[in-house]
């Protein structure tokens, strides 16, 4: 580690506390969350997406002869996610002495530290929108209930949930609480107490959304009559919904729920649930009319199924997809997300080139690795002190998450 004279620069500690800082504010990203591709990292570059495969399941065969149609070719389901790099700057007077840890603790690592990781969070939250098997609309406890009641009924492990903060303000204004969970600082960030088998959390990047009147009374003789893959995009789907009124928005994060179409379990079977299909950008009906973009959804047989018919037959094409809407009340709901162990996934790189600079990394802390560098400018003598985290994240397993809407 190079010492300039009279500036002692400690870096493999700050590094440290900004990791430190980062976790405290990033259990979106890692409460829960596996690495599922950390072996298929190499030589990917950042910045770009990439597709990753999940091995998925089979379907058991209720038969004591062996047949040749027992044999199940195991499945591959992709991924697509975004290798994304993140950086956050600072500047100092490379002639002063920066010797005081405490002071960088409170000055710079805790600031800097949230600032980078907030980033993360919000793209993060942002791309996961529609990445879901269903929702439920309501208010008090009762769709955050029926949410992990539902996952707790398709899903093998631990249930985690995120709250808008006014959720929760909703809730103790009706006299409601969670019940309160002892945890560690560092760990207990944000962390609200447990519900119906889930952890809460508080997460303020979550959406909001205003449903008028006007637009649930429309919604009331709605139909999606038409559905189709986006002509540039085969991750989005375009609904055509009929029906409306003119003069209506469709908002964003709108849950959209088509009669007749049932969300999936993880291992591809159909559920008694109402398959959601979020709405990905606000729209304006022109005419009786609008084109929603929502994410594509699988219906291929097997475990990759998402959707099914109600009566648990496939649908052969996606412009099968079609059907009377199920709107929901007017009123301004606040979001939530419950999912099931493992279906986000989260790294950071371990590993980053910087060339030129004076270079640490933290150790990982809870799943998170910052990367620090610096760079002297002899000229006009400062010190420019980079923190960087390069990071892999998203939903991996919509079938295991649930979105709910508390009004």
Request: aromatic share 8%; with cysteine; glycine share 8%.
């Amino acid at each position: 580690m190079a010492i300039a004279s009279n500036n002692t620069f400690v870096t493999n500690k700050l590094a440290t506390l900004v990791a430190v800082r980062a976790a405290e504010a990033a259990p979106y990203l890692t409460v829960g969350s596996k690495a599922y591709f950390k072996n298929q990292l190499a030589d990917k570059n950042n910045g770009q997406e990439y597709d990753f495969i999940i091995r998925d399941v089979g379907g058991a065969v209720n038969r004591l002869a062996y047949q040749d149609g027992d044999k199940i070719a195991l499945s591959e389901r992709k991924v697509t996610l975004s290798l994304d790099p993140w950086h956050i700057m600072i500047n100092t007077n490379a002639i002063e002495k920066v010797t005081d840890v405490e002071d960088w603790e409170d000055e710079i690592a805790r600031p800097n530290g949230i600032a980078l990781i907030q980033k993360v969070v919000k793209k993060t939250i942002e791309n996961d929108l529609g990445k879901v098997g269903t929702a439920f609309v309501g208010s008090g406890f009762a769709p955050l209930s029926q949410a992990s009641g539902h996952l707790a009924s398709v899903v093998d492990g631990d249930l985690y949930s995120f709250v808008d903060p006014n959720v929760e303000a909703i809730l103790t204004s009706n006299g409601q609480q969670f019940v309160p969970v002892d945890a560690p600082d560092m760990y207990s960030k944000g962390l609200l107490g447990r519900f119906h088998g889930s952890e809460y959390r508080s997460q303020r990047f979550l959406p909001v959304v205003n449903v008028s009147s006007s637009l649930a009374t429309s919604m009331a003789s709605a139909k999606v009559s038409a559905a189709a893959v986006d002509g540039t995009d085969s991750k989005i789907w375009n609904l055509t919904v009929s029906g409306l009124t003119a003069g209506q928005t469709i908002p964003k994060a709108y849950p959209l729920f088509i009669e007749g179409v049932k969300a999936c379990d993880t291992v591809g079977d159909p559920t008694s649930m109402d398959q959601v299909f979020v709405v990905l950008e606000s729209v304006a009906v022109t005419g009786a009319t609008a084109q929603v973009k929502v994410r594509a959804k699988d219906i291929t047989l097997g475990g990759t199924r998402e959707i099914a018919k109600e009566d648990g037959t496939s649908f052969a094409a996606v412009s099968a997809v079609t059907g009377n809407v199920i709107g929901i009340e007017a009123g301004k709901y606040f979001c939530g997300i419950t999912r099931g162990e493992g279906a986000e996934e989260f790294e950071s790189l371990d590993k980053l080139d910087a060339a030129g600079a004076e270079y640490e990394k933290s150790p990982n802390v809870a799943g998170l690795t910052v990367h620090q560098n610096r760079l002297v400018d002899l000229r006009a003598m400062t010190n420019d002190t980079r923190w960087d985290i390069v990071t892999l994240a998203g939903t991996v397993e919509p079938r295991a998450v649930a979105m709910f809407y508390v009004k």
